[in-house]
């Protein structure tokens, strides 16, 4: 919402680029474009093997009519709704870095190489 109003992003706008978003994502999605770099889980659920193999929160039946009907969920007539808003998620990742000499004792071709990285933050009251 303050960047909504900073920015003056009106709800139309958020609506739209949610929409997008969730297209974007079937689209990738169905042609696999990510299939190799995603893996699943298998986990014991109620004593039922149950495997994880794609993201739970995209909702690739998302329309702009559907959008347009929720209700704003921080202040009256605002721009963040239940379909705008960034779901509750998790996920993992790996990288795995190594030297020279790593390289050479297991045999291992580099995909790529470090050449900078960099921290950096927004302000808690803008992004949480």
Known sequence: E???EKFQIDRNSVDEFALRSQKNWKNAHDKSYFKEELTSVKLMI??????FDMDEHPRPETTIEGLQKLQSLFKKNGVVTAGTASGISDGAGAVVLA??????LHGLKPLARVAAYSVVGVEPSIMG
Do not use: I, M, P, W
């Open 99 to 104: 030297n020279s000499e790593a390289l050479k």
């Open 46 to 51: 109620k004593k039922k093997e149950v495997e």
């Open 2 to 4: 303050k960047l909504a």
